[in-house]
């Protein structure tokens, strides 16, 4: 059997207008550690330890400006929360998600 030679794959270009519309202000999924929301549970640990949450990101015209949030909402997740003594139950916690962004 024979080696075929690889063949180059053409790159396709993105546009400026599909690069513009991924890096734009507005609410992308983000992981956020359970700690990092509710640093008074230190002393526990949770499973996951870190969630999937929509948060403001992307990018302002203008570098003075920051990406924030105009609007939130609330989102009830159940995690398991393991106590020091080994005991592990089910607790819902609520978290904040964006749900629209501006450059301020």
Same mark, same amino acid.
């Given at each position: 059997?024979?080696?075929?030679?690889?063949?180059?794959? &053409? #790159?396709?270009?993105?546009?400026?207008?599909?690069?513009?519309?991924?890096?734009? $202000?507005? %609410?992308? !999924?983000?992981?956020?550690?359970?700690?990092?929301?509710?640093?008074?549970?230190?002393?526990?640990?949770?499973?996951?330890?870190?969630? &999937? #949450?929509?948060?403001?990101?992307?990018?302002?015209?203008?570098?003075?400006?920051? $990406?924030? %949030?105009? !609007?939130?909402?609330?989102?009830?997740?159940?995690?398991?929360?393991?106590?020091?003594?080994?005991?592990?139950?089910?607790?819902?916690?609520?978290?904040?998600?964006?749900?629209?962004?501006?450059?301020?």
């Amino acid at each position: 059997a024979s080696l075929q030679p690889l063949q180059p794959r &053409s #790159l396709a270009v993105l546009t400026f207008r599909e690069i513009w519309n991924r890096s734009f $202000c507005r %609410p992308l !999924e983000q992981l956020v550690d359970v700690i990092t929301e509710f640093p008074n549970e230190v002393e526990y640990i949770f499973r996951p330890s870190c969630v &999937s #949450l929509q948060r403001c990101g992307g990018c302002c015209g203008d570098e003075g400006l920051r $990406c924030v %949030p105009v !609007e939130t909402g609330t989102v009830t997740m159940q995690l398991l929360k393991i106590k020091p003594n080994g005991e592990a139950p089910y607790v819902e916690m609520a978290f904040t998600e964006h749900k629209k962004c501006e450059c301020r």
